[in-house]
């Protein structure tokens, strides 16, 4: 797949269309998230010095040593924020499938606020727990921050357009989301010295969990595969200027499977391709708020029909599904 044939949506131009117009664009946002669930998202207007400044900071972290690196490392194994360093996750292992640790270390860190009246102790114990930041680089927090709002924004305007393409208000997501319990990760795969070992990968085989994936890979940057709908394995390419973006497990619950949360990984290419040098990417992993009920939307569900899935509530089950993929060794 190049960049050429991968779909790119143009979020600007729904934003200022009108009512027939936002349906029409929506309809093809609709048809794609059927087929792939992977989209590029253009015109989405987050700053240019947001995303260089978290560029800048994210790679100053992970060149530092690891020592370094460690001083703002998580404390224990399943605790969601921090400095996980390598040999620490098997993203395999949330479809119950045991791999080597992927090839990979990555900072991550969750919400910037506690809302008011959040009294739930698994919520503050797991997706408001405290970010850990590291003492360097200098400016690294404030960057992150930055780029962790744009993110924020930037998804709940993504919503919108999800909403009208299965033919609902264009805000009805709204309430859902109003206090999302997301979490940002930078994500560094170290240049390659020694072959990787039977069966592991950069990143392994796994869907998302959320509603949605904002993801800006480096560019020029190869490795991102997702299932096509034939299932053969297909290369995502960076698109200049766009970020990707791909559907989680919850937005395929909410729509009984009518969207996909497509199956993906980070491969090793070959050394001739760049295969053993370093790559790095920056994923915000977009949740509705902790308390939601994601229940079968009505209009996806055949008349006279059963919806596939039971509700679940969206904190409780990433808490779930996080704690599956992280290993014994604590990092």
Same mark, same amino acid.
């Given at each position: 797949?190049?960049?050429?044939?991968?779909?790119?949506?143009?979020?600007?131009?729904?934003?200022?269309?009108?009512?027939?117009?936002?349906?029409?664009?929506?309809?093809?946002?609709?048809?794609?998230?059927?087929?792939?669930?992977?989209?590029?998202?253009?015109?989405?207007?987050?700053?240019?010095?947001?995303?260089?400044?978290?560029?800048?900071?994210?790679?100053?972290?992970?060149?530092?040593?690891?020592?370094?690196?460690?001083?703002?490392?998580?404390?224990?194994?399943?605790?969601?924020?921090?400095?996980?360093?390598?040999?620490?996750?098997?993203?395999?292992?949330?479809?119950?499938?045991?791999?080597?640790?992927?090839?990979?270390?990555?900072?991550?860190?969750?919400?910037?606020?506690?809302?008011?009246?959040?009294?739930?102790?698994?919520?503050?114990?797991?997706?408001?727990?405290?970010?850990?930041?590291?003492?360097?680089?200098?400016?690294?927090?404030?960057?992150?921050?930055?780029?962790?709002?744009?993110?924020?924004?930037?998804?709940?305007?993504?919503?919108?357009?999800?909403?009208?393409?299965?033919?609902?208000?264009?805000?009805?997501?709204?309430?859902?989301?109003?206090?999302?319990?997301?979490?940002?990760?930078?994500?560094?795969?170290?240049?390659?010295?020694?072959?990787?070992?039977?069966?592991?990968?950069?990143?392994?085989?796994?869907?998302?969990?959320?509603?949605?994936?904002?993801?800006?890979?480096?560019?020029?940057?190869?490795?991102?595969?997702?299932?096509?709908?034939?299932?053969?394995?297909?290369?995502?390419?960076?698109?200049?200027?766009?970020?990707? /973006?791909? /559907?989680?497990?919850?937005?395929?619950?909410?729509?009984?499977?009518?969207?996909?949360?497509?199956?993906?990984?980070?491969?090793?290419?070959?050394?001739?391709?760049?295969?053993?040098?370093?790559?790095?990417?920056?994923?915000?992993?977009?949740?509705?708020?902790?308390?939601?009920?994601?229940?079968?939307?009505?209009?996806?569900?055949?008349?006279?029909?059963?919806?596939?899935?039971?509700?679940?509530?969206?904190?409780?089950?990433?808490?779930?599904?996080?704690?599956?993929?992280?290993?014994?060794?604590?990092?």
């Amino acid at each position: 797949m190049s960049s050429q044939s991968f779909p790119v949506f143009d979020l600007g131009a729904f934003e200022a269309a009108g009512v027939d117009e936002k349906k029409r664009l929506g309809a093809t946002v609709d048809a794609i998230c059927r087929s792939t669930g992977f989209l590029a998202i253009a015109n989405h207007g987050v700053g240019e010095d947001v995303i260089a400044g978290i560029w800048e900071k994210a790679r100053a972290f992970f060149d530092q040593s690891p020592d370094e690196k460690q001083g703002a490392k998580a404390p224990f194994p399943g605790y969601p924020y921090g400095y996980l360093g390598p040999g620490t996750e098997a993203l395999a292992k949330s479809r119950n499938v045991d791999t080597p640790p992927d090839l990979k270390e990555s900072f991550n860190g969750g919400p910037l606020a506690v809302p008011r009246g959040m009294v739930d102790p698994e919520a503050l114990g797991f997706c408001y727990a405290a970010t850990i930041w590291p003492e360097k680089p200098e400016g690294f927090a404030d960057a992150w921050k930055a780029y962790y709002r744009s993110m924020e924004e930037l998804a709940s305007r993504i919503m919108r357009v999800f909403a009208v393409g299965l033919g609902l208000e264009e805000h009805f997501f709204d309430r859902y989301v109003d206090a999302p319990i997301s979490a940002l990760r930078a994500l560094n795969y170290p240049e390659q010295t020694v072959a990787p070992q039977p069966g592991q990968l950069r990143a392994g085989v796994h869907t998302d969990y959320g509603s949605l994936t904002i993801l800006l890979p480096e560019p020029g940057s190869k490795g991102l595969e997702i299932v096509a709908p034939d299932g053969s394995w297909t290369a995502v390419p960076p698109v200049p200027g766009a970020f990707v /973006i791909n /559907i989680g497990d919850l937005m395929a619950l909410w729509t009984n499977d009518r969207w996909v949360s497509t199956m993906h990984r980070v491969v090793n290419p070959p050394p001739e391709e760049g295969g053993m040098k370093r790559r790095q990417s920056l994923a915000f992993f977009h949740q509705p708020n902790w308390s939601a009920e994601i229940a079968c939307l009505p209009s996806c569900v055949e008349p006279g029909a059963a919806p596939k899935y039971e509700p679940v509530l969206s904190g409780p089950y990433l808490m779930g599904k996080f704690k599956s993929t992280v290993t014994a060794k604590a990092g």
